[in-house]
């Protein structure tokens, strides 16, 4: 009892020390030590904020909510909404602009998505496609699943005489991602988005998705997400002739997403994919895993109306490791622990040092 008293109080002091020198004059902590002090420390509001987001991201925000009133009974408990025209305090979008409706003070990115290429072909689960045949299939190239280009590449799978129904509409930040990738992956063929398509300016409505999704032979781009909760089939890609293809699971994403690096002003943060870094192993893995590179990043908009004060203590919240683990659990990813700090050092700006709280804890001090 003694020792973990004892442990306890140098815990307590090791936290106060770094946490002083967020107000001291001294130089700005390593990002690595930021985010560790976010893990091990808390920043309280006074109030509950309104806080708006897409319907896919309820489950998490609404166990964060949960676990951030429990640890700050005086905030109360947030609120959580799916209505653009509602006042909010606090907006998640895939958009690193934030809506006109957020007068913005702060915009900082917290987690991230994928893009993903989704199949309907019965029986033929693990499809694959390179870069040069996937600028085709979108080009109206090629248009069924047996052409000569689609066999070479399975040869595991009889060739499927069916029609390639391809949905020509796509969400503005899944056309984002998967343009980048493919300007990188297929700089000769890929020459922007054909024509044919069109663009939504919104982010992917679950409730309205393509009917090429559900359509045998069908083709179309949805976020990792979307997949995930309706175990969509999805294409694997094969960006190295010399190299396995790519799948879209949740590891080769995790690896994508450890490729973002930030560009940082004074009022926001923009995550961009630096396909040049080298990758960081998943947990359990030695060596990183070919990484999956139509990654979207998700911001967090503070927005001037509101305490500047429980906003940042609740942004700071989410981005604790253990907020961040909760994410694969809704087919999210969270941010890796350098970029955390350098998210968390922007997020702190103007806050009181923050109070101790016991090392993995999630909704209890």
């Known amino acids: 009892m003694w020792l973990a008293m004892i442990k306890k109080s140098i815990f307590g002091l090791i936290v106060a020390t770094a946490a002083l020198s967020l107000t001291a004059c001294n130089p700005p902590l390593p990002p690595e030590l930021q985010a560790e002090l976010a ?3 808390i920043n309280c509001g006074d109030a509950p904020i309104s806080i708006l987001a897409q319907t896919y991201l309820s489950p998490i925000f609404e166990q964060w909510i949960f ?5 700050c009974a005086g905030a109360g408990p947030s609120t959580l909404s799916q209505d653009p025209s509602a006042p909010s305090e606090l907006v998640i979008s895939a958009s690193a602009v934030p809506p006109a409706s957020c007068d913005a003070y702060l915009s900082v990115p917290v987690m991230a998505g994928a893009t993903v290429i989704a199949a309907s072909l019965q029986g ?3 499809m694959v496609l390179d870069p040069a045949t996937l600028v085709k299939v979108l080009n109206g190239e090629i248009t069924s699943w ?3 280009a689609i066999t070479s590449l399975n040869p595991q799978f009889e060739a499927l005489p ?5 949905s020509s509409t796509i969400s503005k930040f899944d056309a984002e991602a998967v343009d980048l990738w493919l300007s990188r992956v297929a700089p000769q063929e890929w020459k922007g988005w054909p024509a044919s398509f069109t663009t939504l300016d919104q982010e992917f409505d679950e409730n309205n998705a393509p009917l090429e999704l559900y359509e045998d032979g069908g083709l179309t781009f949805v976020p990792y997400w979307f997949a995930s909760i ?3 089939q999805t294409i694997q890609i094969k960006v190295d002739q010399n190299l396995e293809p790519v799948p879209s699971t949740q590891d080769h994403v995790s690896s994508g997403v450890s490729q973002l690096t930030l560009e940082s002003s004074e009022s926001s943060t923009i995550a961009t994919l630096d396909a040049t870094r080298t990758p960081l192993p998943i947990d359990g893995f030695d060596v990183p895993l070919a990484p999956w590179q139509a990654i979207v990043p998700v911001y967090a908009h503070a927005c001037s109306g509101g305490s500047e004060l429980d906003t940042r203590s609740f942004i700071r919240f989410m981005l604790r490791s253990f907020s961040q683990a909760a994410l694969p659990n809704y087919a999210s ?4 622990a350098e970029l955390r700090g350098l998210v968390i050092e922007s997020v702190s700006r103007g806050l009181p040092s923050p109070s101790p709280i016991a090392p993995d804890t999630a909704a209890t001090p």
């Open 162 to 166: 069916l029609p390639i129904k391809l």
């Open 146 to 148: 047996d052409d000569p």
């Open 124 to 126: 033929l689960d693990g």
């Open 39 to 41: 893990d091990n420390s």
């Open 230 to 232: 309706n175990s969509s």
């Open 333 to 336: 990813f969270g941010l890796p």
């Open 67 to 71: 676990e951030y009133s429990e640890l």
